[in-house]
């Protein structure tokens, strides 16, 4: 085991599903997805370093509700790496997460994707891009698109991508809350408020891809769509006035980011996007509000670090 350079960084984005179309759950537990998931600039930043013992430490204002252990993505996705690799080795990980965790936005995915790059450029082992995939699909459904990034329809459990021509960049605000809500716990509510209604197929998103194309901020904000919004809201009731307070003070659309509770406001500008951040910070429905523009590309080498 050598690695080639002392340290590799990496930079990976957060998700925000566009649409959300969830069938009905199937005999091995997932539910098919069809979904258009658009990374925006809000980005986690992976820094590995060969090191003689496992370590990982993580920053940022997220810091203290992410697992250091063998149950971060990132980890898991290192030590998985080291042992089927020759090549590799323990890391030491650094983490700095800007990425809300539980929010809905795929962090966690997001740092097992910049782990693969990291990793694979870290000890030169010359991965194929199909390798990174199967990786990723392994280590999460969402991981995929975070290693694709843009713009892309996800079918299957969300793995199986396709690119989506997308015109110009959107500008979005949102509003986060302290409280997480866990993926699985949201897919249950959504069982459970559906059972007895035949829940259908999820269909191929053909208005959202419509609005994309056209680059119409508008025309997206009559298209945003997510099936698991009314579990979302079952479970945390707030997120209700939340999107009710966004939409009058401008917001052009709203949806609960995949399985919440964070609240994806769409914008007409950059500047509308200011004011909504003003908006929403003043009328105390969000523990914090952030602002971010997509489509943004897939994880990312930011730096190879030469020195020690
Ligand atoms: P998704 O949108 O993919 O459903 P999410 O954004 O709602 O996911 P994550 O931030 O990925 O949720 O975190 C879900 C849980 O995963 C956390 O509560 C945490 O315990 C665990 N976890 C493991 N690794 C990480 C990581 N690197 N960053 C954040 N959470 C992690």
Redesign the pocket.
């Known amino acids: 085991m050598a690695a080639k350079q002392p340290g590799v960084t990496v930079r990976a984005p957060a998700?925000v599903n566009l649409c959300l179309g969830v069938g009905p759950v199937q005999g091995d537990g997932y539910h098919p997805l069809a979904t258009v998931f658009h990374a925006v600039d809000l980005t986690?930043t992976v820094t590995v370093r060969p090191s003689k013992r496992w370590e990982c430490t993580?920053t940022g204002p997220?810091a203290d509700?992410?697992?250091t252990g063998g149950?971060?993505?990132?980890m898991r996705v290192a030590q998985r790496l080291a042992d089927e690799c020759f090549e590799a080795g323990p890391v030491s990980m650094t983490?700095d997460?800007s990425?809300?965790?539980?929010?809905?936005?795929?962090?966690?995915?997001a740092?097992?994707a910049a782990a693969i790059i990291a990793i694979d450029q870290l000890f030169d082992l010359q991965l194929t891009k199909l390798d990174h995939q199967e990786l990723a699909t392994d280590i999460?459904a969402?991981v995929p698109f975070i290693l694709a990034g843009g713009t892309a329809l996800g079918t299957g459990r969300g793995d199986q991508l396709a690119p989506v021509l997308t015109t110009g960049r959107y500008e979005w605000v949102f509003a986060l809350q302290d409280d997480?809500?866990?993926?699985p716990a949201v897919y249950a509510e959504f069982d459970r408020l559906n059972k007895g209604r035949k829940v259908p197929l999820p269909q191929a998103p053909e208005e959202m891809i419509a609005a994309l194309r056209s680059g119409d901020p508008r025309e997206l904000a009559g298209a945003l769509s997510n099936d698991l919004q009314e579990a979302a809201i079952s479970l945390m009731p707030k997120l209700q006035k939340t999107i009710d307070t966004g939409l009058a003070e401008g917001a052009l659309g709203a949806i609960v980011?995949?399985?919440g509770p964070t609240v994806a406001f769409l914008c007409a500008d950059r500047a509308a996007a200011l004011d909504l951040m003003v908006g929403l910070t003043a009328s105390g429905v969000a523990d914090d509000v952030v602002s971010a523009g997509g489509p943004h590309p897939g994880a990312r080498v930011v730096s190879n670090i030469r020195t020690v």
């Open positions: 998700k986690d993580v997220y509700r992410v697992p149950s971060n993505l990132a983490i997460k990425i809300p965790v539980a929010g809905g936005m795929a962090g966690g995915s740092d097992a999460g969402d997480g809500l866990s993926t980011s995949g399985s």
